[in-house]
Structures are given as structure tokens and as C-alpha cells.
Antibody, heavy 126, light 108 residues
Framework: QVQLQESGPGLVKPSHTLSLTCTVSGGSISSGGYYWNWIRQHPGKGLEWIGYISYSGSPYYNPSLKSRLTMSVDTSKNQFSLKLSSLTAADTAVFYC??????????????????WGQGTLVTVSS | SSELTQDPAVSVALGQTVRITCQGD??????ASWYQQKPGQAPVLVIYGKKSNRPSGIPDRFSGSSSGNTASLTITGAQAEDEADYYC??????????FGTGTKVTVL
């Protein structure tokens, strides 16, 4: 059974950079075929997709966050990470990591998040 | 545009059927996946793909369908434990993902 676990600080100061790590167990990131995602949820709000990174290290970011985002993968530790810079109070949210599976096809492709971490609350405050 | 629109809230009597819809241009090119989220918990995948696939452990009262730019999640014979927020999700042709605005399902 694949499991994901987020780790990182619960409190970060404004203008600072948030660093989160997702540790994957029960499966290898380097086996390929999946995308490794970050998703967040502001308090009382809906889900917001942040971006993903492939096992080979190719990232894809939400355009609205791209200028502040860096994602990386460490296959030796079976982890992937997120760095979000220039934080403001508006970045306060629960951050989830999730595995994405799927493929492109015609007339419709399909992608889905089959495993999620439990989420970690990040508060941006001085 | 990769925006996905859902009705904010629906209610259903215990044992009855409820349909939740999700609309967006990206659904013409990608099937929606559906997620159930209960308070204080991470989302859980309930439906994905063309054949209304359900992960192991998801009851068969959950089903999905797609037509044009609309995807639907149907709960047939809703149970009290189905009360939750439901989100659709889809990629778009650029590789972006979008989540729907979410639907709160209340079981009466």
C-alpha cells in the first residue's frame, strides 16, 4: 500500500520561503509512470492544484504560482519537495502531496490522484 | 480555460439518489476524477476514468458519467456516511490541473 507523508514547518514568517517534503513509502518514485503533486486548501475553501514533478525531475507548475515555486525529487530518499517563496498570509493553507496516475488518450485522456498524504497545516504569520 | 464549475450544495434524503455535476472545457478532452472530503480529512478518490472506475473500498453506489463539457457523479442510495464535500478534477491540454469549486452534499 502506497503511503505519502508531508513534513515541514507549521509556522513560517511572511516574506520567507516554505520548504515541504513528501516521503513516499510502499512504492518507488523512480519506478516511473506517475506524477508527484502538491495541492493546497486554504482554510474553509476548496482545493488548489500547485504543481507536479515527474520521477525524472521535470516539473510543471500552476501558472498562478510559477514565479514563486520550485519542486524537486530525491529518488535516493524516495521523496519529493516543494519550495514556495515570498510568502504572505494568503499562503496559509493545508498542503497535501498526492500521487497522480493516468494517461493521454483519444477522445479523452484520464488522470487522477490515487494516493494522498494526510496534509500539513502551514500558517504564515510573524 | 481549465476552470471547473460545480453547484455549491445539494441535499438528498437517506436512501435516495443524488447527482453532482461539474462543467468545464477541459472535460471535452479529459475525464473527470472525483474526490470525497470529510471535515479534517484528506480527499479520497471515489471515481475516475471512462468506465466510472472505483478504487478498492469505494461502494458501488458511486458512479460517474461524462457528456460534452459536463461530468457527473451519482450516488445511488445515499447513506449518512456519504455526507461530505465532493470535488471534481481534470487536466487540460496544457498540463494544468483544475479542481472544481466543490459541492457540499447533505444527507437528510
Amino acid at each position: 500500500q502506497v503511503q505519502l507523508q508531508e513534513s515541514g514547518p507549521g509556522l513560517v514568517k511572511p516574506s520567507h520561503t516554505l520548504s515541504l517534503t513528501c516521503t513516499v513509502s510502499g512504492g518507488s518514485i523512480s519506478s516511473g509512470g506517475y506524477y508527484w503533486n502538491w495541492i493546497r486548501q486554504h482554510p474553509g475553501k476548496g482545493l488548489e492544484w500547485i504543481g507536479y514533478i515527474s520521477y525524472s525531475g521535470s516539473p510543471y507548475y500552476n501558472p498562478s504560482l510559477k514565479s514563486r515555486l520550485t519542486m524537486s525529487v530525491d529518488t535516493s530518499k524516495n521523496q519529493f519537495s516543494l519550495k514556495l517563496s515570498s510568502l504572505t498570509a494568503a499562503d496559509t493553507a493545508v498542503f497535501y502531496c498526492a500521487r497522480e496516475a493516468g494517461y493521454d488518450d483519444f477522445p479523452r485522456g484520464m488522470y487522477y490522484f490515487d494516493y494522498w498524504g494526510q496534509g500539513t497545516l502551514v500558517t504564515v504569520s510573524s | 480555460s481549465s476552470e471547473l464549475t460545480q453547484d455549491p450544495a445539494v441535499s438528498v434524503a437517506l436512501g435516495q439518489t443524488v447527482r453532482i455535476t461539474c462543467q468545464g472545457d477541459s472535460l471535452r478532452s479529459y475525464y473527470a476524477s472525483w474526490y470525497q472530503q470529510k471535515p479534517g480529512q484528506a480527499p479520497v478518490l471515489v471515481i475516475y476514468g471512462k468506465k466510472s472506475n472505483r478504487p478498492s473500498g469505494i461502494p458501488d453506489r458511486f458512479s460517474g458519467s461524462s457528456s460534452g463539457n459536463t461530468a457527473s457523479l451519482t450516488i445511488t442510495g445515499a447513506q449518512a456516511e456519504d455526507e461530505a464535500d465532493y470535488y471534481c478534477n481534470s487536466r487540460d491540454s496544457s498540463g494544468n490541473h483544475a479542481f472544481g469549486t466543490g459541492t457540499k452534499v447533505t444527507v437528510l
